[in-house]
């Protein structure tokens, strides 16, 4: 076989001319000299509203372009002045008042005032507006009354701006956690002049967030939005902290696919993954890109309390003993994520807690035969049902042969489409079924009072008198320390009950430039922008 | 020809129907709502969101309610992108399929076509085997898998094309094209191939060949026509299998057209997006036949004798 000369010749021309292509600079590198950050943000937002959102992604963006009463601490999670210069709390812990801080202002210029703080909050308690995290404000007086309508005076609600500058709350009974639920973004605020513009206070959807209309009160404001394409923000000149702000733009993509996400990293596309695949770690483990550190969200197995033989204390308890956590987190997650023997993860503010089981097969086959069942004789086949993700799959695998081999119990598996799975927990159609937790601010709460027996996200359909008298005083306690007292009796019940299993303590694992300056490892995985900024590293 | 065409376009119309009503039936019946979220609803909340989107009326009702906005050419609001409603997103979506499609289309004929005459001409020579095999080979690898394969060699291994997005970096619509366009680029030349053998043992041509035309001028102007027929006729369902096939690749390489939007609706029960994309690409499709249709006629005498009799 012979090639002609012309031949040869167009394919060095071809192979010289795509070479030049490939020589130059990444976006990760032109943005480091630009300061210009690009980030994955792994979905399309479906609004940048922040009284109808309530997604993550959505409140990555929002981050960006509101600003809360305060800001928590990047290094520590202190809560910081941020539209709020100072506040002062009552000696019942009741009162909260907050002082505006004077230079603030929204991105056309306008001041930033209580007002506007009163009037938002007013907008996320309108039914119409349909606010999924709601409940958040029913800790505020009569806030939850004037919500289903048995108020209709929202001078009765305690959410009062005293003047311009003074933002007054009053809370049912003292809240720990209030302080720092300030910047999650149904707290933050929007500008009454553009919602009533938009006719926007009981209205989803009318378009005051498209880039050409919206004001917001963030050190960014909306550049470009181009569905499934981009959410870009540039730095807004009207922020009261801009001179502090380093960053000039911020480039979001809309990217679900994990493995995508680790590509365009490899490829130079994005400064930062959301995540990283656990097939991936491995290839990344010693990378200076490479971040692994705790982060506040329990996985775990919730039992169908109400379904035979689960009904049965002892059977829970023997299905929970016989897991051998170390070896799913050392053998399949391989990440840093750390064995659970409770629901609840430490936290590095104070509360860990003191329940905890072993891994003890005897006992379990103990139990088990006390229930019925010896060696598993005339155990029911049952079902475990899990979303789609393969790590989930590959966890229940290993349970589901951890049981068989230690009990001589079968368990099928069912693996589930994300609504499908959702309707499946909803409804209550399983009878084990997989779950995570994710912590909204640092608070044992946050875990603790979604097993309270008629709190809607208890899926077991468990409950415990004992249990939710525990968390009806953590609401009233004169202290944290009384408080957590409360909170290590109620996670003692739920290890002596075992309504669910508890399984492992997520870490964060993903890939950030070593470019990336201003970015610290912490539970919450949160991250304010303001503090962020690049540092150009080429030749 | 004329009546042709109207008569298929009439026989469209209940097609259109069917898929309406059997789509709106099967996301109905669809466990889990577009307001089931990882944090669950309160069902105040959740009362006040189906008030909001007639999702409390019954099913009939919703169905009537959607055909008559239908009809005047609302698709209606999207529920997951409150700001957007369906018809925006299909008008910011199809352009990018489109022009996706239209660059597929474009290197399966420019590689198809020249692969299938180059094969016919020598047949039985490493000229017809080398482009046969790799055909059969495009044949063989799904998107999925050739994407994803272009993606780690060109992109990561040697940098020279973006590894995702459409038309905001240089060169990053090219590997898309090449994914989508590949498999259609085989099947052309191995029909291609196919028509030319056909055409190229006819009586005519060897008449042609006996007066003492040149080679390029038997090809080009009495082989050409009766030997790309097939791939013509094979136009029409590879464009609309274009259209619905960019899905994968739309979602290997994130390209926001309508397919990455349909996709995304159905995971999240996005009823009117569903309904509104299911509908317009069963339009495009219907079309898109009709059109390989009509040029199918204009090519074959025979065959236009045969449907429209001598009008």
Known sequence: MKFSASFICTLCVLILVLNACGKHKTLVE??????????????????????????????????????????????????????????????????????????????????????????????????????????????????????????????????????????????????????????????????????????????????????????????????????????????????????????????????????????????????????????????????????????????????????????????????????????????????????????????????????????????????????????????????????????????????????????????????????????????????????????????????????????????????????????????????????????????????????????????????????????????LDYHPYKYLYLEYMGQ | MFFFIIRRIFQTIPVLILVTIVTFILIHSAPGGPFDQERKVSPDVLKHLNARYHLDEPVWQQFGRYVGNLLQGDFGPSFKYPSHTVNDLIAAGFPVTFELAFYAILFALLIGLSAGIIASLKPNTYLDYIPMSSAMLGICLPSFVLGPLLLLVFGIWLQWFPVAGWGKIPGDKILPSITLGASYAAYIARITRGGMLDVLLQDYIRTARAKGLSTARILFVHALRGGITPAVSFLGPAIAGLLAGSFIVESVFQIPGIGRFYIQAAFNRDYTMIMGCTIFFAFLIVIFNLLADVILLLLNPKLRQEVIGGR
């Open chain 1, 30 to 523: 032109i943005g480091d000299q630009q300061q210009i950050i690009h980030i994955n943000n792994m979905s399309e937002p479906s609004e940048i509203d922040p009284h109808i959102t309530s997604g993550l992604p959505e409140y990555r963006l929002q981050m960006a372009v509101f600003e809360g009463l305060v800001l928590k601490d990047p290094k520590t999670l202190e809560p910081k002045p941020a539209v709020a210069d100072s506040w002062t709390i009552s000696e019942d812990g009741t009162e909260y008042t907050f002082h505006i801080r004077d230079a603030a202002r929204w991105s056309d210029g306008d001041k930033v005032t209580a007002y506007d703080f009163e009037y938002s909050w007013k907008r996320v308690l309108q039914p119409e507006i349909g606010n999924e995290f709601v409940t958040d404000f029913f800790v505020i007086k009569n806030a939850e009354d004037y919500y289903k309508g048995k108020i209709r005076d929202f001078s009765q609600v305690g959410i009062k701006a005293i003047n311009e500058s003074t933002f007054q709350i009053i809370l049912n009974n003292p809240t720990s956690y209030f302080l720092a639920q300030m910047d999650h973004f149904p707290m933050f605020p929007v500008q009454k002049k553009t919602i009533e513009k938009f006719n926007a206070f009981k209205e989803r959807g009318t378009g005051w967030t498209k880039p050409e209309n919206f004001v917001g009160n963030g050190p960014f404001i909306i550049k470009e939005w181009i569905p499934q394409v981009i959410f870009s923000v540039k730095r807004n000149p009207y922020y009261w902290d801009s001179t502090n702000v380093k960053l000039n733009e911020m480039h979001f993509y809309p990217y679900e696919n994990v493995l995508l996400e680790e590509r365009m990293f490899a490829a130079g596309q994005i400064h930062k993954t959301e995540f990283l695949p656990t097939a991936k770690v491995d290839k990344y483990r010693n990378s200076p890109a490479y971040r692994q550190y705790p982060f506040y969200a329990s996985y775990y197995y919730v039992f169908n309390t109400k379904l035979k033989p689960l009904d049965d204390v002892r059977v829970r308890k023997a299905l929970a003993y016989t897991i051998d956590r170390e070896s799913i987190v050392k053998n399949i997650l391989r990440a840093g994520q750390t064995p659970a023997y409770h629901l609840t993860p430490d936290d590095p503010y104070g509360y860990k807690p003191r329940a905890s089981f072993n891994y003890d097969i005897p006992l379990a086959k103990k139990l088990l035969a006390e229930a019925g069942f010896p060696d598993g004789k005339g155990f029911p086949t049952l079902e475990l049902v899990y979303n789609t993700h393969a790590d989930h799959l590959k966890i229940a695998v290993a349970i589901q042969e951890m049981w068989k081999q230690n009990l001589g119990i079968n368990i099928t598996l069912r693996n589930m489409e994300w609504k499908v799975y959702l309707d499946a927990r909803n409804s209550h159609s399983f009878h084990i079924l997989r779950r995570g937790n994710v912590g909204e601010v640092v608070d044992p709460g946050t875990f603790l009072f979604t097993m309270t027996s008629d709190d809607p996200l208890n899926e077991s359909q468990w409950g415990s008198k004992r249990y939710d008298e525990l968390i009806g005083l953590t609401k009233s306690a004169k202290s944290q320390q009384e408080r957590f007292e409360y909170f290590q009796e109620a996670e003692q019940i739920l290890v002596d009950e075992m309504p669910l299993i508890p399984l492992y303590i997520y870490t964060t694992n993903n890939l950030v430039s070593p470019s990336v300056k201003g970015y610290y490892n912490n539970v």
